[in-house]
């Protein structure tokens, strides 16, 4: 069974920092498509960065410069480094893999991802 456990979240001031973790368990990360998503209240979910088994990773242009998305195999741990933060980046975050795909993880939207973490709350004040 798939088990997915994001950590890290929390509050920070604007300009701020932090790094979110997924830990993984029945599943190998860097196996398959895994990614960071986030849904801020009265949105949508939306994708934040995705990175496929050989480390390519897709960004949203919101978060292009600011995040970085990495894999550590050591630690089945899926990471999302977040620098500069903004108040827009105020959401619930989510892992979630995609157990079926090892390719073109970041041009499919949130639906095509069948794995997810209960999530993490990030809220940054201005």
């Known amino acids: 069974q798939v088990q997915l456990m994001e950590s890290g979240g929390g509050s920070v001031q604007a300009g701020g920092s932090l790094r979110l973790s997924c830990a993984a368990s029945g599943y190998t990360v860097r196996s398959t498509c895994m990614g960071w998503f986030r849904q801020a209240p009265e949105k949508e979910r939306e994708g934040v960065a995705t990175?496929?088994?050989?480390?390519?990773?897709w960004y949203a242009d919101t978060v292009k410069g600011r995040f970085t998305i990495s894999q550590d195999s050591a630690n089945n741990t899926l990471y999302l480094q977040m620098n500069s933060l903004k108040p827009e980046d105020t959401a619930m975050y989510y892992c979630?893999?995609?157990?079926?795909?090892?390719?073109?993880?970041?041009?499919?939207?949130?639906?095509?991802?069948?794995?997810w973490g209960q999530g993490t709350q990030v809220t940054v004040s201005s």
């Open positions: 979630a893999a995609d157990t079926r795909s090892t390719f073109r993880c970041g041009s499919r939207g949130p639906a095509a991802y069948n794995q």
């Open positions: 990175i496929n088994p050989s480390g390519a990773a």
